[in-house]
């Protein structure tokens, strides 16, 4: 199973700052855009919120409580939707 972390980023934020490579690398989470995702197969995405910028971070199950915890304390967060897919 996989989780999908549909992140609105905060105003001004810059994506590179969600994650580090070190979590990245670690956990092997892949962070996309909308688009990239559609592109490797994630359909039945909603629109985001107007005027918010989206990212998407999947993961194995047994990570999400390390990516969790990472953007609950990260300032590039305004807010996230967690998704369980498969």
């Known amino acids: 199973m996989m989780v999908v972390f ?3 980023l905060a105003p001004m934020a ?9 979590l990245l690398k670690e956990t092997q989470a892949q962070i996309m855009t909308l688009d990239e995702a559609r592109k490797v197969g994630f ?4 629109p985001p919120p107007e005027g918010v910028e ?3 971070i999947a ?3 047994s990570h999400a409580k390390w990516i969790r915890d990472r953007l609950e304390r990260s300032e590039a967060v305004g807010g996230y939707r967690v998704h369980e897919v498969g």
């Open 6 to 8: 549909e992140v609105h």
């Open 14 to 22: 810059d994506p590179k700052h969600l994650l580090s490579e070190e």
């Open 43 to 46: 359909a039945g995405l909603p």
């Open 54 to 56: 989206v990212r998407l």
């Open 59 to 61: 993961c194995v199950q």
